[in-house]
């Protein structure tokens, strides 16, 4: 989604397939492997660096549409981008229940329906289908892209909004998520749940994202550059990340942590995106945007370029990951939980993603060359 050219930012398309990587990962049940990463030592973790992004990305590419076409126009294209979106979430569900319940029936472990939240499926399958199109019924894995179409669906309408008063959609947004907190409002799940990311709370980073990637003549106070506050989220760092990292010492080694720090998850809840959540992860993107610049030559390695890859084809990735997240499980589960094996199947993963990216980008580069020699 991040615009082609010389002014191409790849540490969007770095990060964004970092994140991909780092979700591929974690979505693997009890993955060792998971304990290096970003949820592992920070208390935000892949999903805000997606959203966030996504944000971003989005008002970058929206909001060029719209000074270039219109708002109306603008609109249009974001919920053409939503009709995709949704087309890919139909189209994961219907594979991922076929995934799953063949594997279950296949191996003779029930258990594999239950684990994956899909065992309503198995009863009333019509009623599933149903709330499923409704973005309703999010069996697990299957939470990530509803939230993100409702996001968009939001900007469609937004946009305006962010492109003349930044200020005042931040100012919504906060209001909403504070509102949230408060009340402790959501969206129901079928059958009888919520949504686990809650859209209420969430927006809140993807709309200060899209603030900050909307194009715009005028630039962000200098204040927003300032030392001091490159300090304030170094300070921010230094106490999330080391009592992070002790938390999962903890869990490492099977002990329970100390009744005083039960306070950190009510302020860290996913699903609410806690404040200490938001917190962590505004610090460690501004760190990340402070240090590292778009021309930094390291982007261009090799290595680099694999990830960023995979963060330019996100939607396809982010699919196939999810395929090979349970196929994973499945291998570690039904044949071997070494460490060997944890080892072998994220790696074996991450580099079937970062095959069929490489792919796909080399396919287009084919195709715009062909173009260009035809024209």
């Given at each position: 989604?991040?615009?082609?050219?010389?002014?191409?930012?790849?540490?969007?398309?770095?990060?964004?397939?970092?994140?991909?990587?780092?979700?591929?990962?974690?979505?693997?049940?009890?993955?060792?492997?998971?304990?290096?990463t970003l949820g592992s030592w920070n208390f935000s973790d892949?999903?805000?660096?997606?959203?966030?992004?996504?944000?971003?990305?989005?008002?970058?590419?929206?909001?060029?549409?719209?000074?270039?076409?219109?708002?109306?126009?603008?609109?249009?294209?974001?919920?053409?981008?939503?009709?995709?979106?949704?087309?890919?979430?139909?189209?994961?569900?219907?594979?991922?229940?076929?995934?799953?319940?063949?594997?279950?029936?296949?191996?003779?472990?029930?258990?594999?329906?239950?684990?994956?939240?899909?065992?309503?499926?198995?009863?009333?399958?019509?009623?599933?289908?149903?709330?499923?199109?409704?973005?309703?019924?999010?069996?697990?894995?299957?939470?990530?892209?509803?939230?993100?179409?409702?996001?968009?669906?939001?900007?469609?309408?937004?946009?305006?909004?962010?492109?003349?008063?930044?200020?005042?959609?931040?100012?919504?947004?906060?209001?909403?998520?504070?509102?949230?907190?408060?009340?402790?409002?959501?969206?129901?799940?079928?059958?009888?749940?919520?949504?686990?990311?809650?859209?209420?709370s969430w927006q809140l980073l993807f709309i200060a994202g899209?603030?900050?990637?909307?194009?715009?003549?005028?630039?962000?106070?200098?204040?927003?550059?300032?030392?001091?506050?490159?300090?304030?989220?170094?300070?921010?760092?230094?106490?999330?990340?080391?009592?992070?990292?002790?938390?999962?010492?903890?869990?490492?080694?099977?002990?329970?942590?100390?009744?005083?720090?039960?306070?950190?998850?009510?302020?860290?809840?996913?699903?609410?995106?806690?404040?200490?959540?938001?917190?962590?992860?505004?610090?460690?993107?501004?760190?990340?945007?402070?240090?590292?610049?778009?021309?930094?030559?390291?982007?261009?390695?090799?290595?680099?370029?694999?990830?960023?890859?995979?963060?330019?084809?996100?939607?396809?990735?982010?699919?196939?990951?999810?395929?090979?997240?349970?196929?994973?499980?499945?291998?570690?589960?039904?044949?071997?939980?070494?460490?060997?094996?944890?080892?072998?199947?994220?790696?074996?993963?991450?580099?079937?993603?970062?095959?069929?990216?490489?792919?796909?980008?080399?396919?287009?580069?084919?195709?715009?060359?062909?173009?260009?020699?035809?024209?």
């Amino acid at each position: 989604m991040v615009k082609t050219g010389p002014e191409r930012d790849l540490r969007l398309d770095f990060f964004r397939g970092l994140a991909l990587v780092f979700i591929f990962i974690d979505h693997i049940p009890d993955n060792k492997l998971a304990r290096l990463t970003l949820g592992s030592w920070n208390f935000s973790d892949a999903a805000e660096v997606f959203v966030f992004i996504s944000g971003y990305t989005a008002a970058l590419v929206f909001g060029a549409a719209a000074q270039r076409l219109g708002d109306g126009l603008a609109a249009v294209k974001i919920m053409s981008r939503c009709w995709t979106l949704y087309v890919a979430h139909v189209f994961l569900f219907v594979i991922f229940m076929a995934e799953v319940s063949f594997s279950a029936d296949s191996l003779s472990n029930p258990m594999l329906v239950e684990e994956m939240n899909v065992d309503h499926f198995i009863k009333t399958p019509h009623l599933a289908v149903l709330n499923a199109l409704m973005l309703m019924f999010q069996p697990a894995f299957m939470d990530i892209l509803p939230l993100y179409i409702v996001l968009m669906l939001s900007l469609a309408a937004l946009l305006p909004v962010i492109g003349r008063w930044p200020w005042a959609a931040v100012g919504l947004s906060v209001l909403l998520y504070a509102a949230t907190q408060r009340w402790g409002l959501n969206l129901p799940t079928y059958p009888s749940g919520i949504w686990f990311f809650n859209p209420l709370s969430w927006q809140l980073l993807f709309i200060a994202g899209a603030c900050l990637g909307y194009p715009r003549p005028r630039q962000w106070p200098s204040w927003l550059h300032a030392n001091w506050l490159f300090w304030l989220a170094a300070a921010v760092l230094a106490v999330c990340i080391p009592i992070r990292v002790v938390v999962t010492v903890y869990d490492l080694l099977g002990l329970d942590l100390p009744a005083q720090t039960r306070w950190m998850w009510t302020v860290n809840s996913k699903t609410t995106l806690g404040p200490l959540r938001v917190v962590n992860f505004l610090a460690l993107a501004y760190i990340a945007a402070y240090l590292i610049k778009p021309q930094d030559g390291w982007l261009n390695w090799r290595p680099v370029r694999l990830v960023t890859r995979m963060g330019q084809n996100s939607l396809y990735i982010f699919c196939l990951g999810i395929f090979l997240s349970y196929l994973g499980h499945l291998i570690l589960v039904e044949f071997s939980s070494r460490t060997v094996a944890h080892i072998a199947v994220s790696l074996t993963g991450v580099g079937v993603m970062a095959a069929v990216a490489w792919t796909m980008s080399w396919f287009r580069r084919a195709e715009a060359q062909k173009r260009r020699i035809g024209a």
